[in-house]
């Protein structure tokens, strides 16, 4: 590979806690800067994101090299991403994880990459344990996939490291490194690629406290983080804390937790006992949200499905 020019642009990263707003919606992935709602200046930290010119063909069969923990190396897969990015693809990402101001991806920066090309940039760097330092500036870019990659290869590392009681420590740190960052775990695709093999692999054997602490957050992707980790649970046909957690979360008002939740009943329902989600739906269906109940039923029946549907609407508390 030819050594890319690499432009450094220093921005200003906010917090954890800090929400944010990039002034850059909608442009390419050389950031400019970007500005915070709600603390001074004093309180942030500066960090370096990467803007590197398209001069590497990542689709003629070169890969990012194998990682040996220098920038270097981050730099060469910063640089193939680049190459490999599609101005359409991003534009069509862009209006489905809902970038425009207000909603719930405001300001996300895309490059216009499938699932499956990242899985594939990601290959060279899960045989080697899992390393904060490098993937931290992955995860705290502003661009979609770059954190994507940084949560594909920590969710791969997680779920290697489950299976082997030597490696442990391993899923312990990545464990701790994803709940310190969850503010960068900020769409849907992102909680739903990483949270279960990352936290419903480490709970899995261990008091699932955290996950109400996480459903009990103001940040929305916490929420969902701790109703679709619980799904990790029904391989070992474990449904308790999944439905405990969908009964907290019945009356969040935002539609992508309905989703999460409905989703989760159904997996639930489906993998473990249909029967255990009937007397589920017997007592709440009446005070579900619309969208978590027709999510819950989407493999019944027709007719019972009408069932749960016409059943009469309780009203809620707003």
Known sequence: ???????????????????????????SPTLDTI????????????????????????RSGQKASAPGGSVAIMDDLVAAMDAAASPENARALARYFKVAPGSYGEGDIFLGLKLAELREFAKPYVTSAFEPDRWLRMLHSPIHEHRMIALLVMSERATK???????????????????????????????????RPIVGSYLLDRDRAPL???????????????????????RRSETADLYRLAVILLPDRHDLIHKAVGWSLREAGKRVDRDELRRFLDQYAPRMPRTALRYAIEHFEPAERQHYLALPRERTSS
């Not at 806690?17 to 909608?26: H, Q, Y």
């Not at 459903?215 to 649970?233: C, G, K, P, T």
């Open 1 to 27: 590979m030819e050594p890319a020019v690499q432009q450094l642009v220093h921005v200003v990263c906010p917090p954890l806690w800090a929400p944010v707003v990039w002034t850059s919606v909608g442009r």
């Open 35 to 58: 500005t915070s709602t709600s603390n001074p200046l004093s309180h942030y930290r500066k960090c370096v994101v990467c803007a590197v010119p398209g001069s590497y063909d990542a």
């Open 161 to 195: 490291s489950a299976k082997k009681s030597a490696d442990a420590a391993e899923l312990q740190l990545i464990y701790d490194t994803y709940l310190n960052n969850t503010h960068w775990v900020n769409n849907w695709d992102l909680v739903d690629v990483s949270c």
């Open 212 to 234: 109400y602490e996480l459903v009990e957050s103001e940040w929305l992707w916490d929420r969902r983080i701790a109703m679709v980790s619980s799904q990790h649970f029904l």
